[in-house]
């Protein structure tokens, strides 16, 4: 890590460690959030923005060390380093009573001369003109160095996949509101993209997460909806039937799921309950069909992706009727039903249970569409509840560890979509031309195009360092979650600052970087939207203990 960006990091982990401490003095460990929301997501932001600076520069100074070091990777650590903190240090200007830092740690740390003029270097216009001339040199390509073998050639062999066989039907796809082409899935068993994270005993890959969130970054950049969130769905059961699952179980479903016979769809999220999910209503109630138990599902779902094609649902629903136990009487069931390709379906069981589905038109992630849906008494057997008789009233946390995994992965979904962003911006910047020369020749282009790169090197190393540490620790909720929320809104902001680098045809559909905007705006919704995720789970790691 160079001095500079030592110095600026030191200081700013100095002072959202304190930050950090006298949250949880205040909140109570947490207890206390809702108490304090506006300032709890204060700190969880700062603190994710720290966390990504700290995740580029050990990246920067990893890659020296590999032999592979890169001055432009080096100007991007210290110029996102720099950025954040100056921002920190801003924040608290702003609202320094409600940080309640301890005397004297501003002075000696971000308020310090030598650090503040360690951050007016290093994100001075001119080192992110550097970056954005050598990003239209690149044409925005995405070839860094990655610590590991096996992730640089998933990343490669991805990216032909992605560029040769996505990436031509990825705008019929979206103009045309279609459902994902079969020869995508089939392809993509072939590959073997929806068994990644399933250990081998139960026919998945195990590849581990950072070798899965270089294929997902490389298919979400071809695609959104119609490749890199299709093996979200699959991750989301697996880790919660790995978690909470009966041997049995794992024997019958993971290997369907892995070799992609079986399409996953998940199901929590209901027309009048989105964030508290603990309030799920969806009942599932104990009964039997044709002399064989099970229970019978009856209520309504919504936003449920994918919920037409796929073959199973992982859907929450109510196993205890008395609302007032909460999340405790939750219990995650396997949901078989037959496939559909239309945006809309109804179907009956041979008992009588009905099924009705309508898919909510969107203006982007198109390509699995997103369900309403309707359950009547519709027959589960008891062996599709997950762990069984012992997983009755476990659906919500179960559920939860499969979350933690699936934003893991949208952190990679998101660097995806930016990733396409940025490619196509550099392009377009080489070739359009207005007052006599290419747009990229001006220095705010080369300014804005420095600035999204390193935004984005940041997300995607603080994605990888999570996928990392989930290697290490399947538990972890914090890091993941971090990757999540910052990673979504580098996409969002990236694709628009994109979308206005091509001027009035980044609003043309013709123009792919229009796409890129619609889809990178439901990336911080869904998986807890943005500002449940800061409180109810960064700032809850963060606090809580
Ligand atoms: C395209 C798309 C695909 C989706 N796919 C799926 C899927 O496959 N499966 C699935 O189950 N779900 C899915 N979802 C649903 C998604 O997860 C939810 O929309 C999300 O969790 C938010 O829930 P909600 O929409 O009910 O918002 P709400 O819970 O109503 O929240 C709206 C806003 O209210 C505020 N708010 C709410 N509670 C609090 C609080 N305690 N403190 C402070 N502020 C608060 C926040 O500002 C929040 O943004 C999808 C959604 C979309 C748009």
């Given at each position: 890590?160079?001095?500079?960006?030592?110095?600026?990091?030191?200081?700013?982990?100095?002072?959202?460690?304190?930050?950090?401490?006298?949250?949880?003095?205040?909140?109570?460990?947490?207890?206390?959030?809702?108490?304090?929301?506006?300032?709890?997501?204060?700190?969880?932001?700062?603190?994710?923005?720290?966390?990504?600076?700290?995740?580029?520069?050990?990246?920067?100074?990893?890659?020296?060390?590999?032999?592979?070091?890169?001055?432009?990777?080096?100007?991007?650590?210290?110029?996102?380093?720099?950025?954040?903190?100056?921002?920190?240090?801003?924040?608290?200007?702003?609202?320094?009573?409600?940080?309640?830092?301890?005397?004297?740690?501003?002075?000696?740390?971000?308020?310090?001369?030598?650090?503040?003029?360690?951050?007016?270097?290093?994100?001075?216009?001119?080192?992110?003109?550097?970056?954005?001339?050598?990003?239209?040199?690149?044409?925005?390509?995405?070839?860094?160095?990655?610590?590991?073998?096996?992730?640089?050639?998933?990343?490669?062999?991805?990216?032909?996949?992605?560029?040769?066989?996505?990436?031509?039907?990825?705008?019929?796809?979206?103009?045309?509101?279609?459902?994902?082409?079969?020869?995508?899935?089939?392809?993509?068993?072939?590959?073997?993209?929806?068994?990644?994270?399933?250990?081998?005993?139960?026919?998945?890959?195990?590849?581990?997460?950072?070798?899965?969130?270089?294929?997902?970054?490389?298919?979400?950049?071809?695609?959104?909806?119609?490749?890199?969130?299709?093996?979200?769905?699959?991750?989301?059961?697996?880790?919660?039937?790995?978690?909470?699952?009966?041997?049995?179980?794992?024997?019958?479903?993971?290997?369907?799921?892995?070799?992609?016979?079986?399409?996953?769809?998940?199901?929590?999220?209901?027309?009048?309950?989105?964030?508290?999910?603990?309030?799920?209503?969806?009942?599932?109630?104990?009964?039997?069909?044709?002399?064989?138990?099970?229970?019978?599902?009856?209520?309504?779902?919504?936003?449920c992706t994918f919920a037409g094609r796929a073959n199973v649902l992982a859907l929450l629903a109510r196993t205890n009727p008395d609302l007032k136990l909460g999340a405790k009487g939750l219990s995650l069931f396997i949901v078989p039903k037959e496939p559909f390709t239309g945006h809309e379906f109804e179907t009956a069981q041979p008992g009588g249970g009905t099924l009705t589905g309508k898919a909510d038109a969107t203006p982007g992630y198109r390509g699995m569409h997103s369900f309403t849906l309707a359950f009547d008494r519709w027959f589960v057997p008891a062996a599709n509840l997950v762990g069984e008789a012992a997983g009755e009233g476990k659906g919500f946390y179960l559920q939860m560890a499969g979350f933690a995994a699936g934003r893991l992965q949208t952190g990679g979904r998101a660097s995806g979509v930016a990733q396409a962003a940025l490619e196509a911006t550099a392009v377009y910047a080489s070739e359009r031309k207005q007052f006599g020369r290419p747009i990229y020749e001006f220095q705010l282009t080369q300014y804005k195009l420095g600035r999204m790169a390193t935004h984005l090197a940041a997300a995607r190393q603080l994605t990888y360092a999570a996928a990392r540490k989930m290697d290490d620790d399947e538990s972890i909720v914090l890091e993941p979650s971090m990757a999540k929320l910052f990673a979504c809104d580098v996409a969002v902001w990236v694709t628009q600052e994109g979308q206005l680098l091509h001027g009035g045809w980044g609003y043309a559909e013709e123009f792919a970087i229009s796409r890129y905007v619609v889809d990178a705006q439901v990336l911080p919704i869904f998986e807890g939207v943005k500002p449940i995720l800061e409180l109810k789970v960064v700032a809850r790691g963060l606090l809580g203990g």
């Amino acid at each position: 890590m160079s001095t500079e960006t030592g110095t600026i990091l030191g200081a700013a982990r100095a002072v959202i460690d304190e930050a950090i401490a006298a949250a949880r003095t205040l909140t109570q460990n947490g207890k206390g959030i809702d108490e304090h929301q506006v300032h709890a997501e204060r700190v969880a932001y700062a603190a994710t923005e720290v966390a990504a600076a700290e995740a580029l520069a050990a990246y920067a100074r990893d890659r020296r060390a590999a032999g592979q070091g890169d001055e432009t990777t080096d100007l991007m650590a210290a110029a996102f380093a720099a950025e954040i903190a100056a921002k920190l240090a801003a924040t608290l200007d702003a609202h320094e009573g409600d940080f309640g830092i301890p005397a004297g740690v501003l002075e000696r740390t971000l308020r310090a001369s030598a650090v503040r003029d360690a951050i007016r270097s290093a994100q001075h216009e001119s080192r992110f003109r550097r970056i954005g001339q050598d990003v239209v040199r690149a044409r925005g390509a995405n070839n860094g160095w990655i610590d590991g073998d096996i992730a640089e050639m998933a990343r490669e062999s991805a990216r032909q996949f992605a560029r040769k066989d996505v990436a031509p039907i990825a705008e019929r796809v979206h103009r045309h509101d279609e459902i994902v082409p079969e020869s995508i899935i089939t392809a993509m068993r072939e590959l073997g993209y929806f068994g990644m994270s399933i250990p081998e005993e139960y026919g998945g890959q195990g590849m581990g997460n950072l070798a899965m969130i270089v294929i997902t970054e490389e298919l979400s950049c071809a695609s959104l909806a119609a490749a890199g969130s299709l093996i979200t769905r699959p991750e989301i059961l697996t880790k919660a039937l790995l978690k909470g699952g009966t041997e049995a179980q794992k024997k019958t479903w993971l290997p369907p799921v892995a070799s992609g016979d079986l399409m996953v769809g998940i199901s929590v999220t209901e027309p009048d309950t989105g964030s508290d999910v603990a309030s799920v209503r969806c009942r599932a109630e104990r009964g039997e069909q044709g002399g064989a138990p099970g229970y019978f599902i009856s209520g309504a779902k919504a936003w449920c992706t994918f919920a037409g094609r796929a073959n199973v649902l992982a859907l929450l629903a109510r196993t205890n009727p008395d609302l007032k136990l909460g999340a405790k009487g939750l219990s995650l069931f396997i949901v078989p039903k037959e496939p559909f390709t239309g945006h809309e379906f109804e179907t009956a069981q041979p008992g009588g249970g009905t099924l009705t589905g309508k898919a909510d038109a969107t203006p982007g992630y198109r390509g699995m569409h997103s369900f309403t849906l309707a359950f009547d008494r519709w027959f589960v057997p008891a062996a599709n509840l997950v762990g069984e008789a012992a997983g009755e009233g476990k659906g919500f946390y179960l559920q939860m560890a499969g979350f933690a995994a699936g934003r893991l992965q949208t952190g990679g979904r998101a660097s995806g979509v930016a990733q396409a962003a940025l490619e196509a911006t550099a392009v377009y910047a080489s070739e359009r031309k207005q007052f006599g020369r290419p747009i990229y020749e001006f220095q705010l282009t080369q300014y804005k195009l420095g600035r999204m790169a390193t935004h984005l090197a940041a997300a995607r190393q603080l994605t990888y360092a999570a996928a990392r540490k989930m290697d290490d620790d399947e538990s972890i909720v914090l890091e993941p979650s971090m990757a999540k929320l910052f990673a979504c809104d580098v996409a969002v902001w990236v694709t628009q600052e994109g979308q206005l680098l091509h001027g009035g045809w980044g609003y043309a559909e013709e123009f792919a970087i229009s796409r890129y905007v619609v889809d990178a705006q439901v990336l911080p919704i869904f998986e807890g939207v943005k500002p449940i995720l800061e409180l109810k789970v960064v700032a809850r790691g963060l606090l809580g203990g």
